[in-house]
């Protein structure tokens, strides 16, 4: 029954469908679509358990399956390898939306100094090369990869830290 | 790249481009009121928290679905311990290369096709491996694969993954699937890691001469059931096995949930060859080098890898004066030229297939260029003899250092070029190469 399906749930879990197939390499339009999809499919097939976490694993499974089905290359032709993307998922998320992700990056981004934060923004906003971060620092292609790298790692240590902290 | 890199970019997209999830509610909420569905759903319930007698759902929690590392597609049919010995442990399995199995496979998402083929073998410590790959046929690439051998204390196998080739490049594990000679109530285990995880395993056999239904036909079978937990959550695969023909049916259940079904519609034994040169005009009819044609000219090159025997070949082909390098395995073609360090970096990366413990990636890549012709184990590290395309390279190889001063055939703004070469590896770390 379409009531089965409440606003309440769907917020709950939309958020962590969405990134989730964002994270396998869906680009936004395809991302809404197949979160749509794996709702509709939770609505047909429930599990049998109530538990917004089993429901959000399901739901998660199945926009996997999802996934596959459209033939889509993974994000970076990464394996698609269902126990280590649900690892990696695990050891970022705690929540079934995964926001508090975000607001983790938030604080971090703002502990990064000055040169890694333009990096990664010119980077990682509206699909930015290597070459344009060296362009935009001023830096040759070595100088920005390492940059970048060490940006990315300084990320990763800040966000496991909140995690921890969490 | 791992996928919590992958993870962290995903999260500096959405950040750095405020491209937050939108809500989606309304349309899903209108599409669901479009839909009838199968039986009333639970889900009401769930915002207004679990019901009594759920929390033994919490095992369900955690990681992965063990369907990676779980009793996979094999086997044959259970008569008794005497007749298997009798037909000897082989039997158990039709291995050939090229033989291949469809089977319909059901989850939440609907239904579909998966076929699985015998690719090859490739031999690991002293145990022979046969690789099975599976696809769907819309989809030419393998997204699958795995290492299955044959000897008279069971039936071994490693699965793994793949996209775009097989990763061969860690020797096999070797889990056992099910030990030799099967009896009735048997049961076994096996412990492990994966991703950092613990992995436990218990199998078990249910039932012998069970008859099993399914489209291909009606089959006795060997039931196992094999229980997989890892990161606290517990998926169980029960198996219908027939001999000589293999997985029968197959049903995967995390806690009361069925999570997918599959079951046999097709199998067809395999001949034993492959022509990579018959398989040229399929896979370019679908390669991205579709639009090239047929080349003029084709030279297969002879890797000479002995520790690995899988359908793939290194051609040299040519499109008028121009010259490429093209690799092809039963599924998939595509081109090489990697002219500069950060392509060869990629290419000895990505390119695993020769990380065999027997054959250096680099070499593996020397070889795949064609600036190597063959590559041998030897007593003192590794032997090249040849070239493929012209003996104009000299050099000496010789682990852990390899260096290479020779001329390569490459491809520059439509014109093919013998160009300078060095290459320099230490410690199968690629140093320096220079094109000039």
């Known amino acids: ?166 | 790249m791992s996928w919590s890199d992958a993870f962290l970019t995903m999260a500096l997209e959405e950040h750095c481009n405020r491209q937050s999830p939108p809500d989606l509610a309304e349309q899903i909420l209108q599409r669901a009121s479009q839909q009838a569905p199968e039986r009333t759903s639970r889900l009401a319930s769930d915002v207004r928290g679990p019901r009594p007698g759920d929390g033994n759902h919490k095992a369900l929690l955690a990681a992965a679905a063990m369907v990676t590392v779980a009793i996979a597609a094999v086997l044959g049919v259970w008569h008794a311990a005497s007749e298997q010995e009798a037909q000897g442990p082989e039997s158990w399995l039709p291995l050939q290369r090229g033989t291949t199995w469809e089977y319909r496979v059901s989850d939440a998402t609907g239904t579909w096709t998966n076929t699985e083929t015998v690719l090859g073998e490739a031999r690991f410590g002293d145990r022979d491996y046969h690789l099975v790959v599976s696809h769907r046929p819309e989809q030419p690439q393998a997204i699958a694969a795995r290492l299955v051998a044959i000897d008279a204390a069971g039936i071994w196998q490693d699965r793994r993954w793949i996209e775009w080739a097989p990763d061969l490049g860690t020797p096999p594990v070797g889990r056992c699937l099910l030990p030799l000679p099967a009896a009735p109530d048997r049961e076994w285990a096996w412990t492990g890691e994966q991703n950092g995880q613990r992995i436990e395993f218990h199998g078990e056999v249910l039932a012998i001469d069970e008859r099993c239904k399914v489209a291909a036909g009606t089959f006795t079978t060997i039931r196992l059931r094999g229980t997989t937990t890892i990161a606290g959550e517990t998926t169980v695969e029960e198996q219908w096995l027939a001999r000589g023909v293999g997985l029968v049916r197959k049903r995967t259940m995390r806690g009361e949930d069925v999570v997918s079904t599959s079951e046999l519609t097709r199998t067809r034994p395999g001949t034993g060859s492959w022509d990579p040169r018959m398989q040229l005009p399929t896979l370019l009819a679908k390669s991205d080098l579709h639009e090239l044609g047929m080349p003029d000219e084709v030279r297969e090159i002879e890797l000479g890898v002995d520790a690995l025997l899988i359908d793939s070949a290194f051609l040299r082909v040519r499109h008028g004066k121009d010259w490429q390098f093209w690799w092809l395995t039963r599924d998939w073609l595509t081109a090489f030229d990697p002219q500069d360090l950060a392509a060869w970096n990629e290419l000895i990366t990505t390119e695993r297939l020769f990380t065999s413990p027997r054959v250096d990636p680099t070499l593996g890549a020397l070889a795949i260029c064609g600036v190597a012709g063959r590559i041998e184990a030897a007593a003192s590290g590794y032997r090249v003899t040849g070239a493929a395309m012209r003996e104009q390279w000299t050099g000496a190889v010789g682990r852990p250092t390899i260096r290479i001063d020779g001329r390569l055939p490459m491809t520059k703004n439509g014109k093919n070029e013998l160009r300078a070469v060095h290459i320099d590896v230490q410690n199968g770390r690629l140093q320096s190469l220079r094109v000039r």
């Open chain 1, 1 to 166: 029954m379409a009531d089965a399906l409440t606003p309440e749930l769907i917020r709950r879990h939309q958020n962590g469908v969405w990134r989730y197939l964002r994270l396998l390499g869906c680009e936004p339009a395809a991302a809404d679509d197949l979160t749509q999809e794996a709702f509709l499919a939770l609505l047909r097939h429930p599990p049998s358990s109530t538990e917004p976490a089993v429901i959000a694993r399901w739901l998660r499974t199945t926009a996997l399956n999802l996934f596959r089905n459209t033939g889509r290359r993974a994000r970076q032709d990464l394996p698609l390898d269902e126990t280590a993307i649900e690892l990696a998922w695990a050891s970022h998320v705690r929540s079934t939306h995964g926001d508090e992700v975000f607001d983790d990056l938030e604080h971090c981004m703002a502990g990064l100094p000055e040169r890694m934060r333009q990096a990664l923004t010119v980077r990682y906003e509206a699909n930015g090369n290597r070459r344009a971060v060296a362009a935009a620092l001023d830096l040759n292609d070595e100088g920005a990869k390492s940059l970048l790298r060490r940006a990315r790692e300084r990320l990763a240590r800040c966000l496991q830290h909140q995690r921890e902290q969490r």
